[in-house]
């Protein structure tokens, strides 16, 4: 029987200001949660592994993506993916310590049969880095483009479901973003809402790409108008000083 304990987080570094917006990278206090989930294993499979972003937090990784333009962007010092999608892994049963699945599931035909292979290949833990979609509407975005985050909110599946698709013992993180997160999805600004009326910034969260034209320039309009008069600090402006958010970024661990 899987079980979902209580959410847990912890802090974050200090607070950082407004400024250009960064060029989207791993962060590394993320990246300790992703080690921290696969512990000792030495053979790690990363499904979905795209440029593999975290894939400095596992030993050996074999990586896997159906992407050929995802594959493509992988840096030389990594590893080539294996062409496989994650509902058909062309691996033996149990022949990983460990895998992971990271900002990936939501991608998939068939959630399911995707962790379902996963475990059958995995010895030891299956780690799945998400967004809980019961959360994604509490972040501010919601307030001035809500279509985003209703896409997301579709997009991903549940908790409960990624729990039980991977069976055995489960445990349930939320993972605690820091306020000068280096990685790019929406929560990554929770406190730099000046940051993401750059484009640039949006382009990491593939959800802005399901929305027309109008949808983005209401939200620029309508962010800038609120930055402006200080309606945005009155109402959130509690954030810009806060040491961790915890949002809808979880991590399950499932282990046999």
Do not use: K
């Amino acid at each position: 029987m899987t079980t979902l304990p209580l959410r847990t987080g912890g802090a974050g570094a200090a607070a950082a200001g407004s400024g250009r917006s960064p060029v989207p990278r791993p962060d590394e206090r993320i990246a300790r949660f992703i080690a921290e989930a696969l512990g000792d294993a030495r053979t790690v499979l990363d499904v979905g592994a795209g440029a593999g972003s975290y894939e400095s937090a596992a030993r050996a990784v074999t990586a896997v993506d159906a992407s050929e333009s995802m594959r493509a962007r992988r840096p030389v010092r990594l590893a080539r993916a294996i062409d496989s999608v994650a509902e058909e892994l062309p691996f033996a049963d149990g022949e990983f310590d460990a895998s992971m699945t990271l900002f990936s599931v939501h991608q998939w035909s068939d959630v399911r049969a995707g962790l379902r292979e996963m475990r059958r290949v995995t010895r030891g833990p299956v780690a799945v880095l998400s967004c809980d979609p019961d959360l994604v509407r509490e972040f501010w975005l919601y307030r001035y483009a809500p279509e985003v985050l209703d896409t997301e909110a579709l997009r991903h599946p549940t908790v409960e479901e990624l729990a039980s698709a991977l069976g055995g013992s489960g445990t349930v993180r939320t993972v605690p973003v820091p306020p000068d997160c280096t990685d790019g999805f929406n929560e990554a600004y929770y406190g730099r809402p000046e940051l993401l009326l750059d484009p640039a910034a949006r382009q990491a969260c593939s959800a802005w790409s399901f929305v027309d034209d109008g949808v983005r320039e209401r939200f620029d309009r309508s962010l800038r108008r609120d930055l402006e008069s200080g309606a945005w600090d009155t109402e959130f402006g509690h954030l810009r000083t806060l040491p961790a958010y915890e949002g809808s970024l979880v991590l399950v661990r499932a282990t046999p």
